[in-house]
C-alpha cells in the first residue's frame, strides 16, 4: 500500500528558505517519477514540479522555475523540494505524489508552507 509523508512545512518570511521532504513505502521507489503539488487557501491543486525515477530529468511550472530545486534521494526513498525566495503567493498545502498526480490515493497527506511578515 503506498504510503507518502510529507514534511518540513511552517512559517517563514518573505524571501526565506525551507526544505520539504517526502519519505515513501509501498513502492519501488526509484521506478517512479514523483511531484510535488500544491493547493492555496481555496484554490484547485497546482502541479509544481516533477522528477524522473532515476532524478536525471526534473521540471518546474513557471512560477517557481529557478526558485524552487526538486530532487531524490532512491537510497532513502526520499523526495525533496527546496524552496528559495519564497513569496506570499507560495502560502499552500504540499503535497508529494505519484502519477496520476490529481488522485488523492496518490499524494500524501500535505504539508503547510506560509509565507508572511
Known amino acids: 500500500q503506498l504510503q507518502l509523508v510529507e514534511s518540513g512545512g511552517g512559517l517563514v518570511q518573505p524571501g526565506g528558505s525551507l526544505r520539504l521532504s517526502c519519505v515513501a513505502s509501498?513502492?519501488?521507489?526509484?521506478?517512479?517519477?514523483m511531484n510535488w503539488v500544491r493547493q492555496a487557501p481555496g484554490k484547485g491543486l497546482e502541479w509544481v514540479s516533477s522528477?524522473?525515477?532515476?532524478?536525471?530529468?526534473?521540471t518546474y511550472a513557471d512560477s517557481v522555475k529557478g526558485r524552487f530545486t526538486i530532487s531524490r534521494d532512491n537510497a532513502e526513498n526520499t523526495l525533496y523540494l527546496q524552496m528559495n525566495s519564497l513569496k506570499p503567493e507560495d502560502t499552500a498545502v504540499y503535497y508529494c505524489a505519484k502519477n496520476p498526480w490529481r488522485s488523492s490515493i496518490n499524494r500524501g497527506q500535505g504539508t503547510q508552507v506560509t509565507v508572511s511578515s
Open positions: 509501498g513502492l519501488i521507489f526509484s521506478a517512479y517519477g
Open positions: 522528477i524522473s525515477g532515476s532524478g536525471g530529468t526534473t
